[in-house]
């Protein structure tokens, strides 16, 4: 797992490598931080099912972007796999028009996404990032698993 820091630093090494400086390749960088997060936590049975597509954001997006990627991926590790259950987390990463999606599917033991008192710093800090960039983060859980849907405004860069 990715401690903030390290998560910020990512997205800066992104943003340094990229060809231009306006634009951040937001599904290229969701496809590293997602095998870095899994080689750190050691977990050898968790299987991702990659869904990322190639898209470009607006660089001033990226922190925020990447910080919101870095928290929801964690919490599918640290929760949805607690003591070693293995499971399946997909995530998809695509373009919708004038909307970037972030989907993150998991098959863990599920959690009530509505109790206040579960709502820490790390929900919280999706919630205003996702508001910052005109967008949201919805949760739906189950016993099934979780499923966390993020939809922010980004135009198209041409
Ligand atoms: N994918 C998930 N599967 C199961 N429980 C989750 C998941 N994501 C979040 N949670 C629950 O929501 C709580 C709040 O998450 P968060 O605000 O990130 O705080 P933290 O990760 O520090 O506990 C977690 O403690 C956990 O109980
Ligand atoms: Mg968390």
Request: hydrophobic share 40%.
């Amino acid at each position: 797992m990715l401690d903030r820091i390290s998560a910020l630093a990512m997205v800066h090494k992104t943003l340094h490598h990229s060809p231009d400086i306006r634009r951040f390749d937001l599904g290229t960088f969701a496809r590293g931080l997602v095998q870095d997060v899994l080689a750190l936590s050691g977990r050898e049975n968790i299987k991702v099912i990659d869904c990322i597509e190639e898209v470009d954001v607006e660089a001033t997006h990226a922190t925020a972007l990447g910080l919101i990627l870095n928290e929801l991926l964690t919490n599918t590790i640290k929760h949805a796999f607690a003591n070693g259950r293995p499971g399946h987390v997909q995530i998809a990463v695509r373009r919708e028009n004038n909307e970037v999606v972030i989907e993150i599917f998991d098959d863990g033991p599920g959690f009530d996404p509505g109790a206040v008192q579960g709502k820490t710093l790390g929900r919280k800090l999706i919630e205003r990032l996702s508001h910052q960039l005109d967008g949201t983060t919805k949760w739906t859980s189950s016993g099934e698993g979780t499923t966390s849907i993020t939809r922010i405004q980004s135009d198209p860069i041409s």
